[in-house]
């Protein structure tokens, strides 16, 4: 009768007419029979109400997500190993370990298609490519790529969604990724883990842990939904640059892949292959009207950035490609050739000063290596002593590691002072000054213990440090040189900062394969089993006569 009214009374039955279109895609949408079920009593309602009620709107948003979302695992596609590798191998130069990772990923998929995937976390500095390694993996496995940016989020409602009471809810950026990609099995990169943070709204990395949980995920229910959802199939990627800021529960449901900086090599063959190509491109210059030198290239990477990745490297030759696109543009005649020496009138004066050449050889200053988020550096180790009552001064912004690694290490001059051969009296009336330069920048950490372990010696027997010497390593106060992290980012630095011995603890000898065997070569590796052989390399004479020879303290 109420229609019948209504229908004489002219109004359109707009109501009745969406809910039959809901009902249709309720049944292309292939959900779930208890999810079908649960949808379709929530239609049910929605036909009892009429349009202009209040909740009309948020139960019709509620369905759509519900019909649009993909609720089947979708077609299975072949997997071409020979062509996966191929797709990798033109991608991305290098990355050995990873490509491998990334087709035995492959072979598994193929040999067991019902398999779960696991969760692969690439970690490393920034412009080393773990984004756009993703979109190559997709690619490769022919699914459809999605990226979820974490950075900033702190919010637990961003990654499970809000509850229906809200105005204005909706579900989290998992389900909303997985609604662009129109696929169930999707490659979902979940970028910039590492930069997510808690707040009074609740931890979103906590609710990750359900997400990359392959136990659990296939039951993932978002608040919004309020229905379970199978995410099985999603093949998902963490990106990270640190992965201590990861907390430990999610990091212990992924597999971490480091991802290192590029040598000069590798970086001089990526702008051929890739950088090169992309910026004539960008800037409208074609490889016959702008050539740039293999020189040119060498001495951008050298003088004018420092980085472990190359997204510097390739804004300064979007600088000379702009440089030469203007020439073009006026009329140059002929091809344009930018050699070395033009970049000084195109880029400026060298950014970048070797630091072999600012290192003065005093008694009393080491070379370290540190890591940092953005790759390994050398940094210098400054001592020096005035007349005192004893105190150890600190200054450069360290860290409380790192104080007390100066602790150790003056404690540890004091206890062999004897073999050594420094006098009782020189600790008497006297302060220490211990100074890490680049004061602006906090440093933390035990790798420093080794240097400063060979500075306060170097000051104490008034011998300086050799000046093509870099050292890393945690002292203990029994004299033990003991392992740390990153060596293949503080080796690249040392070959970068153009050192030539490298002397790093022996329980670290095992990471040293990571290296580059071209970096190996370049380099000479001294490894410490205790404190006395990091004076003997640090401050010992060379011996002249022979080749190879090694130190010896004098």
């Given amino acids: 009768q109420l229609k019948t009214i209504q229908k004489e009374l002219g109004d359109t039955d707009e109501g009745g007419a969406e809910a039959e279109k809901l009902d249709a895609a309720i049944a292309?949408?292939?959900?779930?029979?208890?999810?079908?079920?649960?949808?379709r009593k929530e239609l049910e309602r929605l036909r009892r109400m009429g349009p202009q009620s209040s909740e009309y709107a948020a139960l019709y948003t509620w369905l759509e997500w519900m019909t649009e979302l993909p609720w089947q695992p979708g077609e299975e596609v072949a997997i071409d190993l020979a062509a996966a590798r191929q797709v990798l191998a033109v991608d991305h130069f290098g990355l050995e370990r990873v490509k491998q990772r990334i087709v035995e990923f492959l072979a598994v998929q193929k040999l067991n298609p019902q398999g779960?995937?696991?969760?692969?976390?690439?970690?490393?500095?920034?412009?080393?490519?773990?984004?756009?390694?993703g979109q190559s993996i997709a690619?490769?496995?022919?699914?459809?790529?999605?990226?979820?940016?974490?950075?900033?989020?702190?919010?637990?409602?961003?990654m499970r969604g809000h509850r229906r009471t809200y105005v204005g809810a909706m579900p989290g950026n998992i389900l909303q990724g997985l609604r662009k990609a129109g696929s169930r099995s999707c490659v979902m990169m979940l970028d910039e883990v590492?930069?997510?943070?808690?707040?009074?709204?609740?931890?979103?990395?906590?609710?990750?842990?359900?997400?990359?949980?392959?136990?659990?995920n296939h039951s993932f229910r978002d608040n919004y939904l309020g229905v379970p959802f199978d995410l099985s199939r999603v093949v998902f990627i963490a990106t990270a640059n640190v992965i201590d800021n990861v907390s430990a529960p999610v990091r212990d449901r992924m597999e971490v892949i480091e991802l290192p900086g590029y040598t000069q090599e590798e970086k001089l063959e990526i702008a051929q292959r890739y950088l090169l190509p992309r910026q004539r491109l960008a800037n409208g210059v074609r490889a016959e009207q702008c050539d740039i030198d293999a020189l040119a290239l060498q001495a951008i990477v050298a003088h004018y950035t420092r980085e472990a990745g190359v997204r510097q490297f390739e804004r300064e030759i979007g600088r000379v490609l702009r440089h030469a696109a203007l020439k073009v543009a006026e009329g140059a005649p002929g091809s344009l050739h930018i050699g070395t020496a033009d970049l000084e009138a195109i880029l400026g004066p060298a950014k970048v000063e070797a630091e072999v050449a600012l290192r003065a050889s005093l008694p009393g200053v080491a070379t370290g290596l540190a890591w940092t988020p953005v790759g390994g550096d050398i940094l210098f180790i400054e001592a020096t002593r005035v007349a005192g009552s004893g105190k150890l001064i600190l200054t450069g912004q360290l860290g409380e590691v790192m104080k007390e690694s100066a602790q150790a290490a003056l404690t540890l001059v004091k206890s062999r002072a004897s073999e050594l051969g420094i006098a009782a009296a020189m600790f008497e009336g006297i302060d220490l000054h211990l100074h890490v330069p680049a004061g602006a920048i906090p440093k933390d950490g035990p790798s420093a213990g080794v240097a400063m372990f060979v500075a306060l010696a170097s000051l104490f027997t008034d011998r300086p440090v050799h000046h093509d010497v870099a050292m890393t390593g945690e002292i203990s106060l029994r004299g033990l040189v003991l392992p740390v992290g990153g060596i293949k980012d503080k080796v690249l630095a040392a070959q970068r900062a153009g050192l030539r011995t490298v002397l790093l603890p022996a329980r670290n000898r095992k990471d040293l394969h990571e290296v580059p065997p071209s970096v190996r070569e370049s380099l000479r590796f001294v490894w410490l089993d205790s404190a006395d052989d990091a004076v003997r390399a640090a401050l010992g004479e060379r011996e002249p006569a022979r080749a190879g020879a090694g130190f010896r303290l004098i």
């Fill in 28 to 39: 292309r949408a292939g959900m779930p029979e208890d999810v079908a079920a649960q949808a």
């Fill in 116 to 133: 779960r995937a696991p969760i692969l976390c690439f970690v490393g500095p920034p412009g080393v490519g773990k984004t756009s390694l």
């Fill in 139 to 158: 690619r490769a496995l022919q699914r459809p790529f999605v990226r979820v940016s974490l950075g900033g989020v702190h919010d637990e409602a961003e």
């Fill in 194 to 216: 590492d930069k997510m943070s808690a707040s009074f709204h609740g931890d979103p990395s906590a609710a990750l842990l359900e997400v990359l949980d392959p136990e659990q």
